[in-house]
């Protein structure tokens, strides 16, 4: 509860900032602050102590999982301001104005942590989202990002409607918002309101792909990811989709059931089409920022083997993959803004040129890969112990993992133009600063994929 | 702490190796640390069976468990005196950036030994991996012509082989009684004769490439040949060795029935390898593909008498695995040393070795000897106990990879004697002396090669506690 209120707080805070405070580098600092100040709110609320007493009638449910994950998604989004602060104070007039939206999508964040009631769902969903449909038109001189911002509206406006004709038919078949898995009896099979709730779960299923942009439902993902500005690029493939995977997980932990036997069968389709969708087209990419909203989709084909069952690897799982992926894409597109052309040949080069920067790079694709020693590696390995052990099929296993073998080959392309081939990388002046920021990121992957222990811990104390 | 002290000591010095930018002073630091390496080698070698374990992911009962026993302390023997040898051999070589090449090396370095001493089976995969990624990076830059498609395939091979082994990892943990990797847990693990079947193929595939067993062996020579030479020495001598251990750690003990099941068919896999490679090492003419394919023959023999099944057969893999990575060694540094000085590999240009340069030429010999396995050379105990295996498996088998032995001695004499004898030719006419630590190191691992093969007794007295695990009844 400390979250929602301050950070529905903070972004109204943020809005006029702009009002006040005419240089931008005072509304990062001021956001930097603020995001600060959420993150203690949420430990406070993490370790029992409230602000406000609310009464929320049990439309919300705190618990320390949800928390946990607040926790995190507000770190990442502070380290996300933190390190690139710089970039978005480059495009539009009033930094302040995004970092406003920012907030709010915290807000929906972490009323998607939460949510207890479908009502609750659906509009932290609609919170989330329609900051993000600014944010991809925020740099309004470009043709591209306005077009990206127009398509994303659009498909998100249908998959909203999508998502609340699921939730009429539940409330039709229950009476109610709050989420009643059915009872099936054997003997009879499904009756009427039992069918119609399943329709509504499959429906809400659909919107959800859609959100975390899992195949058949990705359309939008390349096109958007790539006309947004870089920076909101990062942000939206990172934190937004972390929170959206969150809720869908939790979501239907608690309702798979009510599917029977067509969950394992949906899930299984939707899996295998994301995992090929995302990495064939990602091989074929010449650009390094499609390459990543490609390599995006395929990542969420690996995180959707924690919806199989509820175990502790599959929440752990969840967490350390969201944690993983999250740290390292920031972290690439993080050198990617400072690229000016995002071509794979760009990074010809670079490692002679900048080493740090071309070994940072190396530890985020590695990790994106999977490799040992880095994030990744424990995230998918945790992915696929909870695959296996909620009963699924081997086979599906190994497909993944032949999946994530392809998946080397384009992060791979990456560290051979950066190492083995010559030329002179086509990039921005980097700060001395900018460099040991990144740092900071390329430290947390290797923590993680020494330790990750030590990031799992806080969800039991 | 010794074998933790083993595994951190190369790490360190990798790590101080890459801010270092004087070649000379990298130099002295990669040879003192490998050099360290291998008096801790011979410490935990000589002194009894010691262990590390500490917590490592609490919440899936990952720890980090290091052992060592007969099988780990040869091959720690083996690794610790490769590296040095390697370091001192190619002192001299021209390469960039050496600084950073050793920083690779030595992580390498660390990421076999990890493998060598792991007693947990994350842990291991861990290694295993980690063994990999430095190599990629070794041979991508410092390569030959072709290194970045060859590097990726030998990558990508190794890279799938090894996430199979993971899923036959967890498909074992979700099966053992206290939700844990260690060796003992995995053993007990109540796997259905199905699922033991599965989990066996699954490692298999990961060792089979690592090995490799034809017909996975296609990255191999490739990956030798436009390998920098002190990282084809890496490979042959002590990186393939990574897949008999496997086999011999965790895929004997842990899947017994499967593993009896199978032996047929792997069996006859190794034998067609081991003759197809013999095949093609008599038609080459390139100096470093014939010892890679005879190396690959070598292997295949190893991993033919290894899943015949029977003590003997083990007995000699487990000497062999020490012979065959000292023997090769030798090759690679005196093809190396013909190759920088003359700068050709191609046995047609060479000749009058013996006549230019009378110890290199004799200490060729030596090696070329050992490569055959003729008694008073340390291949020779290995390579007899093996064909006493295969014998005792199926007579007829032994004979197959008999011929293999009358082929070594072709191809082997064949380069011995286009290289050493005849008339000085004219590449040949510019070799000069080879410097003295790489003349050093050729005496050290001759005379090696020599005690090894008159006396083994220590050899087999190490391994005893290896072979009573693998084959109580």
Redesign the interface.
Known sequence: MNAIIASALLGVLMMFASWIFDNEKTHTRIALVGLLALIVANVLQLNGIYTIPVDYKALLSFTQFGLYVNTILFILTFLYVWLNGDEIAKIGNHAADFYALFFFILCGASILTSFNNLLMLFIGVEILSIPLYILTGADKKNLNSNEAALKYFLMGAFSTGIFLLGITFIYGATGTFHMIAPSVNPATGMVREQLMQSAGLILIFVSFNFKVSAAPFHFWTPDVYDGAPTVFTSFMATIVKATAIIAFVVLFHSQYKALGYAWELLLTFVLISTLFVGNITAVFQRSVKRMLAYSSIAQVGFMLFALYGSS??AD?GILLYIMAYSVASIGLFGVLIKMKEYSFEAFNGLAKKEPLLAAMTTVFT?SLAG???TGG??AK??M??AA??SGVG?WL??LA??F??VS??YY?KLI?AM??MEGEPVMHEVEQRYKYKLLVFAILILALGI???VF??YLYF | MVLLSILSIPFIAAIILLFVKQNEKANYIAIASSGITLALALNITFNGAVNFDAS?????NARFVLTADGLSKILLLLTGLSFPAIFMATSKNEIKNRAQFLSLMLFTQTGLLGVFLAGDA?LF??FW??AL?PVY?LC??WGGEK??AVT?KF??YT??GS??M??GI??V??HTADQSFAIQSFKEAGLSAGQQL?AFALFFTAFAIKMPIFPLHTWQPDAYEQSPTAVTMVLSAVMVKMGLYGVMRWLMPLFPNAFGAHSNFVVILSVIGILYASFIAIRQDDMKRLIAYSSIAHIGLMSAALFANNEIGAQGVLIQLFSHGVNVLGLWIIADIIEQQTGTRSLKEMGGLAKQNPTLGILLVGFAFANIALPLTNAFVGEFLMFNSLFQFKPWIAVAAGVSVVLAAIYTLNMVQKCAYGEVSEKMSKMQAPNVPAQFVLIVLLIVVIISGVYPAPLFDLTADTLQQLFIK
């Open positions: 502790s690897f752990e590695l490799i040992p020693l590696f424990f390995y945790y696929l112990n296996v052990q081997l296993v190994a993992i032949l994530a073998a080397v080959y791979f051979q190492y083995f330790l990750p222990n799992l811990s | 490592w992911i609490s919440s899936i994350l995969y861990f991996e980690l990624i990076f991508s830059i290194r970045i990726f990558f990508i890279f799938l996430l199979f993971l899923i967890i498909l943990y979700t599965t």
